[in-house]
């Protein structure tokens, strides 16, 4: 959302209100993408799939690839205890909040109100987490 090109498909989710709201708040932005660092960029897709425990399963080879998305999030989190605000980008299997899909074991939708994995350590740590397209709802609200 900060400008770099770090999504799936080599692309960036730039959203310059979003940067210009939180410039003007002087907060100090801290930019992260477990997925970029896990696996680089561009890489296949994954999508969240809940069979006995929760998996981020690789939609090119199939493989589970929760492990490394759980550590960055963890050392993240350890590495900026004072955080106050997560945004996360919205629909993302890492970092969505309340909005990313997931699905059973047979690839079946069960909920499209799920929170991404770094998303999960964020609220399990009790920072306020947002998803991207909630927050910039609010602060177009805010500006009016």
């Not at 981020?56 to 199939?62: F, I, R, S």
Request: charged share 25%; proline share 5%; with cysteine.
């Amino acid at each position: 959302m900060l400008g770099k090109k770090c999504k799936y498909n080599g692309e960036n989710n730039l959203d310059k209100d979003l940067i210009t709201y939180l410039d003007k708040q002087n907060w100090e932005l801290i930019p992260f993408c477990p997925e970029d660092w896990a696996f680089g960029t561009p890489r296949p897709t994954m999508d969240l799939v809940q069979e006995d425990s929760l998996k981020a399963v690789c939609n090119a080879t199939n493989q589970d690839l929760i492990v490394p998305i759980q550590h960055y999030a963890q050392n993240f989190f350890n590495d900026h205890p004072d955080l106050d605000l997560f945004i996360g980008k919205s629909r993302s299997p890492s970092c969505g909040v309340g909005s990313t899909r997931l699905y059973d074991s047979q690839k079946n939708l069960v909920s499209n109100q799920y929170s991404g994995i770094m998303a999960l350590e964020a609220q399990k740590r009790e920072i306020i987490a947002l998803d991207s397209q909630d927050f910039s709802k609010e602060y177009n609200e805010a500006d009016t």
